[in-house]
């Protein structure tokens, strides 16, 4: 990586923010007494605003406005504060407008990447101003109590997903519409909705044809997480909608399209993870297994797939070549609160800021490959706060072919600490035994190969492989206790649905069977948590002394059959 380095440093306790313009042309940071922007090549100071408040920054996408946010306050008397949001023209310095920005979520008016229009929610409906007039609002969007939008990325023309949460009995839902085209029952160019929602993350593909929308719930009234109950759902602008079916319960962590517009990635299910690509079609594609994962990021050629485990996991990384399926590295990137991807696609950043954590602060850059190419580490008495990649223009660094080895560095490599298990006191003179808490599945492809019929699911094939290898025990016990009995084994080809089906005709006698099978199941269960360490009660122990008498009641009933 040939580095260039320039330099452009201001001291001072509360610089906490800045920006990038789209283009990477231009920056502003505040630094507790005013609003600075320079031009990113010769470092010039544009302008200057005395804004010693503002916490929030952003460049329109065409550098035309910047929008800057502080919070909102009234005075003592009760009467209403002045605006808080301000538009600047780039341009000249001026204040093009004011308005009034409670929240601070989504406090950022959205624009069209042509500038030519801009929206934002005011009292539950979207303004929408035309060629940065912010003066006259063009056209409305009037719902019940509209929660949420989101523009549609690209040229016109434009479109808009609308989030409405259900109130008195009747459905949450959302609805895409395309711009100016507001009014009328059939105006909307598609509807979803449903009930399970307390808030809304809705995802426009890059080509603006489909929308992801996760919906959560707040509380996961079953008590089976802390982080409510999320659902997937898939809307397309044709009108086509669907639930994408996820194989394992639990959180939804995180949703990414892929630049293509034809496919994306989701991360979910109770910890270890699952990621799965799913199709326009809601159809799984790849199964990358499970892992400690909570986060996935497509480079920006979406080539290169990155699964990572960051927050209060160890900062494990996954980089997938997706369009062979294969893995390139697998990096650790401890205590990391950041992840960011260069806009060369070859590069990535991460990084550990405050306030998430205010110790061991600093960043790192890496080649997807797995080696760091560069490391700097803050002061233990300083707090790194905000880092990220100078933004450039789509087209400005072409794709390059995969490597898989690794890039040599001049960073030391350093070797990540391999944190022992837990072992309670009772085991800890005993032998480490490879017991695992959670089975892990490996990676599956699953597309329909040629010729073959549609592959078993993962959950089908791991209830396959648990059936098989019960049936195997069991069989090897009968064996054990009566040889003499002990049935010729099956050919390979019969079903593996066939174990013990044959009945008595009598249901007295085949009922006595069913139930001694399920003791007999309830002793094996005891017995392996007994051979992992767990002290068993009296009674426990006295249903295993009796297996051998239920063994030879079961035959019995079955030579009488």
């Known amino acids: ?17 800045y920006t990038f313009s789209k283009d990477g042309t231009l920056f502003a940071w505040g630094n507790g007494e005013k609003i600075n922007i320079i031009n990113v090549t010769n470092k010039g100071l544009r302008h200057s605003f005395d804004l010693p408040k503002a916490v929030c920054l952003e460049f329109s ?50 624009w069209s990447e042509d500038e030519t229009i801009c929206a934002r929610n005011v009292n539950n409906e979207v303004h929408f101003f035309e060629n940065n007039n912010f003066n006259t609002i063009a056209n409305k969007l009037h719902l019940q109590k509209i929660n949420d939008f989101v523009l549609s990325p690209g040229p016109q023309p434009y479109k808009v997903a609308v989030y409405v949460p259900g109130s ?79 194989p394992k319960n639990g959180p939804i962590y995180d949703v990414v399209w892929n630049s293509s517009s034809t496919e994306f990635c989701a991360v979910y299910g ?31 050629h979406g080539h290169i797939l990155v699964l990572a485990g960051f927050g209060n996991l160890r900062g494990q990384m996954e980089v997938w070549d997706v369009k062979n399926y294969k893995l390139i590295s697998k990096p650790v990137a401890s205590d990391s609160t950041y992840f960011a991807w260069c806009p060369d696609g070859e590069h990535i950043l991460t990084a550990t800021c405050a306030p998430r954590l205010r110790v061991n602060n600093g960043y790192k850059i890496w080649h997807y490959t797995g080696s760091v190419l560069h490391k700097h580490d803050v002061p233990s008495n300083a707090e790194l706060w905000q880092v990220s990649w100078q933004p450039f223009l789509d087209g400005i660094f072409p794709a390059k072919t995969i490597t898989y080895q690794a890039v040599p560095s001049d960073v ?8 022992t298990a837990y072992r309670p006191p009772a085991l ?37 492989r648990k059936h098989e290898a019960k049936k195997a025990a069991k069989q090897e016990a009968r064996n054990e206790k009566s040889p003499d009995l002990a049935p010729t084994p099956a050919p390979q080809s019969t079903p593996r649905n066939t174990i013990s089906q044959s009945t008595s005709g009598d249901p007295e006698v085949d009922k006595k069977i069913k139930n001694l099978k399920k003791k007999l199941k309830a002793i094996e269960q005891l017995k392996e948590q007994a051979a992992a360490g767990k002290q068993l009660e009296k009674n426990q122990l006295e249903k295993i002394q009796k297996e051998k008498a239920l063994l030879q009641e079961l035959e019995d009933l079955e030579l009488g059959i």
């Open 1 to 17: 990586m040939t580095k260039r380095i320039e330099t452009f440093k201001e001291s001072g306790k509360n610089c906490k923010v």
């Open 61 to 110: 996408p065409k550098n035309t406005v910047l929008t800057t946010w502080q919070p909102y306050t009234t005075s003592k008397d009760g009467t209403a504060g002045v605006p808080n949001l301000q538009l600047y023209d780039v341009k000249t310095g001026t204040c093009l407008k004011s308005f009034i920005q409670k929240k601070m979520q989504n406090w950022c008016p959205s």
């Open 168 to 246: 008195k009995g009747a459905p949450s839902f959302v609805r895409l519409y395309q711009y100016p085209n507001f009014d009328g029952p059939h105006a909307a160019l598609a509807n979803k909705s449903f009930f399970k929602a307390d808030k809304v993350t809705m995802l426009w593909n890059k080509k603006a044809t489909a929308v992801l929308v996760i919906a959560s719930t707040d509380v996961d009234k079953t008590g089976a997480s802390y982080y409510g109950e999320q659902t997937l759902h898939y809307i397309a602008v044709n009108g086509e909608s669907a639930v994408v079916q996820l």
């Open 270 to 300: 109770f910890m270890p993870a699952k990621a799965t690509i799913f199709n326009l079609k809601c159809d799984p594609v790849f199964d990358f297994g499970t892992g400690p994962r909570n986060a996935a990021y497509y480079s920006p």
């Open 412 to 419: 030391p490599s350093e070797e990540p600490k391999v944190a």
């Open 428 to 464: 800890r003179n005993k032998p480490i035994t490879n017991s695992k808490l959670h089975e892990e599945e490996p990676p599956q492809n699953m597309k329909p190969q040629a010729g073959n019929d549609k592959p078993l699911s993962k959950t089908a094939l791991k209830n396959q």
